[in-house]
């Protein structure tokens, strides 16, 4: 069983920064494929970003390339996407998963069997 608590979500202007955390539960952390997601009100769960277990791949969202970020630390069971230039349409509420499949298509939602309960970012303009 892995447990998964999102961070670091709020307020924000249109142009600034977050940093949002995923902190795993378990001693495996280091074994999974991890990916965020985000869920605006009125549409689906979408894809941002997924990094490889060893940290080495990550995998962005056409939509998010070039402002967004993923990275992990596995010694603290975290993952971590960094935002940058806000924009209102970057407003929902951003979860992290976790896959134990390494070859996991990683847009997929069904490819993750972990989620965590999401922290909101909303952005102002």
């Known amino acids: 069983q892995v447990q998964l608590v999102e961070s670091g979500g709020g307020l924000v202007q249109a142009g600034g920064s977050l940093r949002l955390s995923c902190t795993a539960s378990g001693r495996t952390f280091n074994t999974y494929t991890m990916g965020w997601f985000r869920q605006a009100p009125g549409r689906e769960r979408e894809f941002v970003a997924a990094i490889s277990w060893n940290g080495i791949s990550t995998y962005y969202a056409d939509s998010v390339k070039g402002r967004f970020s993923i990275s992990r630390e596995n010694s603290k069971n975290t993952v971590y996407l960094r935002i940058n230039s806000l924009k209102p349409e970057d407003t929902a509420v951003y979860c992290c998963?976790?896959?134990?499949?390494?070859?996991?298509?990683?847009?997929?939602?069904?490819?993750?069997?972990?989620w965590g309960q999401g922290t909101q970012v909303t952005v102002s303009s």
């Open positions: 998963a976790a896959s134990s499949d390494r070859q996991a298509i990683v847009v997929l939602t069904s490819s993750y069997y972990y």
